[in-house]
């Protein structure tokens, strides 16, 4: 599944970059404003909560088909999300940068308008170009995947974020990933308890890999969480934030949800 993922991801940034040379886009990114402070949204007492916004999944196919960005956005800060995180890749999870762009003109970005609320870009991020892409639609923060990059990859994608000023959430799935993602000093590390290859998800992953992380490094656990249990669980081994997506977009209140999640976090 990750290997379709990535070809198709790449066939679509060679066709966005032939509509849009990278030099316009380039321009465009440089008037955006700047960026929100993703890691210290991150830093609050308790586990900190990224609510996702996904249309669909592969393996559960529409979550939710009456998902409107900005409305669902707006619920998951209501309810007390530290970030919001988007799923921009639209072949697999019906998702494009359009719904990155609706959420972030939905949320506050200073503090005239309520505390600032960064925006993740959820995606495969394979190339420069989508992170320019990723800072004209107003993302802070774009996701690496240590099994989808070379070390080569990874490293060059990591400064090219830091020079656009949009923090790298650094996706890794067992030990040898984590020991590459560490080589690029990261300020966050996600720890995904899905398998990328099977789907299968097993929070055990990140009981296992989370001692391994070196102090001031921020811990997100990612894939897994259904309920305050597994928050629970995922504070006591001492993680620093939680992303959740297909639990609170399928959920009857996704802003009610959001809350209990917060809640079992503090």
């Known amino acids: 599944m990750l290997e379709l993922i990535l070809e198709s991801t790449r066939r679509r940034v060679l066709a966005s970059m032939s509509m849009r040379p990278p030099a316009a886009l380039a ?79 939905a949320l506050p970005r200073n503090l005239s308008r309520g ?3 960064p925006v993740l870009r959820k995606d495969f991020t394979v190339h420069p170009y989508q992170i320019m892409e990723a800072r004209v639609a107003g993302a802070d923060a774009i996701l690496l995947i240590v099994a989808a990059l070379t070390d080569g990859d990874l490293a060059a994608l990591s400064d090219e974020a830091r020079r656009w000023g949009l923090a ?42 989370r001692p391994a992380v ?20 995922l504070r006591d081994v001492g993680v620093d934030a939680i992303l959740v997506g297909e639990a609170l977009v399928r959920s009857p209140s996704p802003e009610a949800t959001t809350r209990v999640l917060v809640e079992a976090g503090r």
């Open 27 to 105: 321009e465009l990114a440089a008037r955006t404003e700047p960026p929100v402070d993703f890691a210290t949204a991150l830093r609050r007492p308790g586990i900190a909560l990224i609510a996702e916004v996904k249309r669909r999944s592969p393996s559960r196919g529409d979550l939710r088909p009456d998902l409107e960005p900005a409305a669902l956005a707006e619920a998951y800060r209501r309810g007390g999300a530290a970030a919001i995180s988007v799923l921009t890749e639209p072949q697999h999870f019906g998702g494009s940068l359009a719904d990155l762009a609706a959420v972030r003109a």
């Open 168 to 209: 790298c959430l650094v996706e890794v799935h067992d030990e040898a990933e984590l020991a590459r993602a560490l080589r690029i000093d990261p300020q966050i590390i996600g720890i995904n308890s899905r398998n990328l290859r099977t789907m299968e998800v097993d929070l055990t992953v990140v009981e296992r890999l």
């Open 115 to 117: 505390e600032p609320v």
């Open 214 to 233: 070196p102090p001031g490094i921020l811990v997100v656990a990612e894939s897994g969480v259904r309920g305050p249990e597994d928050v629970r669980r």
